[in-house]
């Protein structure tokens, strides 16, 4: 499994900010993202879902302020998951997944 770390050079990008943009173009894609915030002596479970421009973590608080950064903690990501809107993780629903983080700043690979 790809791990995705985030690097000085990605946070100049804001990659979720980016995912976010491109989804809200898309309306009918939801993208769960899923890694971990790595803390001084453990890693916490992180997932993210991204819909209609917005983020909203299920694990985590998250900024929304748009001049910030969306998770201020250092955080790894590991697989994405789009699936079409409304979201149900059902077969009928997903549409395909990806463990490589810039995958899906392709906005092609979101139809």
């Known amino acids: 499994m790809e791990e995705t770390l985030t690097s ?3 946070a100049e990008i804001d990659f979720i900010n980016n995912l976010e943009k491109i ?4 309306p009918n894609r939801v993208l769960k993202v899923e890694g971990f915030i790595l803390k001084e ?4 479970q ?3 879902i ?4 917005f ?3 299920t694990t985590h608080p998250i900024e929304i302020n748009l001049e910030k950064k969306v998770i201020a903690f250092n955080y790894i990501l590991t697989n994405f998951k789009l699936y079409k809107a409304p979201f149900t993780e059902t077969e009928d629903n997903f549409i395909r997944a990806n463990q490589n983080s810039v995958f ?5 690979n979101w139809i």
């Open 104 to 108: 899906f700043l392709n906005q092609k």
């Open 55 to 57: 983020s909203s973590s």
């Open 46 to 48: 992180l997932e993210i």
């Open 41 to 44: 002596d453990h890693k916490e």
């Open 8 to 10: 000085p050079k990605m």
């Open 50 to 53: 991204i819909f209609k421009g």
């Open 23 to 26: 989804s809200s173009q898309i």
